[in-house]
């Protein structure tokens, strides 16, 4: 089994609302990562955590904040979002070995108004 | 310049014809190499995983790699309408970092 699930499907927020994207794996893989998908663009890496720890940030604005409250679960809290934030939300996980790939959940289409 | 460049396309054959995609890479430190296949508005999907240079077969689909000339094809044989789909390809060195190219958009026409 490779799924990576993440809900919602999808999220319309105001500027200044609060809202969080879960991801979930029961793979036991040890690294997740968050990536943001605008239309016909590739992943744009966001944050990965490895064995639970932050250990890549891109520099990513402070409105978006991970948390990884467990091995499995993967969180992104939204605050003070801007419309242009609006993309697909993508949740992967990778074993976190070096010779590992990652599998990606359906992601989460998010709409900022 | 890119670490990854991959032609955009969009590219259409017609059902049956025998596809390439290719990437092309500059970081010699790249070991692991990936093809996703992703619908209109969907997560990528995992289709091949390589790492040695040489060919790898799976079903209708064979990853090639040449590590020599940093340079990666995805071939689909027999295509069908439903592998009408963008495809990424990706790599990474030893680590978690994976670098995407810009994806390849494939529409076999029946």
């Known amino acids: 089994d490779t799924e990576v699930t993440q809900t919602p499907k999808h999220l319309v927020m105001g500027m200044t609302n609060k809202k969080s994207l879960k991801c979930e794996q029961h793979m036991g893989h040890r690294a997740m990562y968050w990536y943001k998908q605008k239309a016909k663009k590739p992943p744009e890496l966001m944050f990965v955590?490895?064995?639970?720890?932050?250990?890549i940030n891109e520099s990513v604005p402070s409105r978006f904040s991970p948390e990884c409250p467990n091995s499995s679960l993967l969180n992104l809290h939204l605050h003070a979002l801007q419309p242009e934030d609006s993309a697909l939300y993508l949740c992967a996980s990778s074993p976190a070995g070096f010779t590992d790939t990652q599998y990606f959940g359906p992601g989460t289409r998010l709409t900022v108004l | 310049q890119k670490e990854v460049e991959q032609d955009p396309g969009p590219l259409s054959v017609p059902e049956g014809a025998i596809v390439s995609l290719n990437c092309t890479y500059s970081n010699s430190a790249f070991q692991y190499f990936m093809w996703y296949r992703q619908y209109s508005r969907k997560g990528p999907e995992l289709l091949m995983y390589?790492?040695?240079?040489g060919n790898k077969e799976d079903g209708r689909f064979t990853a090639q790699v040449d590590k020599s000339s940093k340079y990666i094809s995805l071939f689909i044989r027999d295509s069908q309408p439903s592998d009408s789909a963008t495809y990424l390809c990706a790599m990474k060195p030893a680590g978690n970092q994976f670098y995407f190219g810009t994806g390849t958009s494939l529409t076999v026409i029946p």
């Open positions: 390589t790492y040695s240079s």
């Open positions: 955590y490895s064995y639970e720890k932050l250990s």
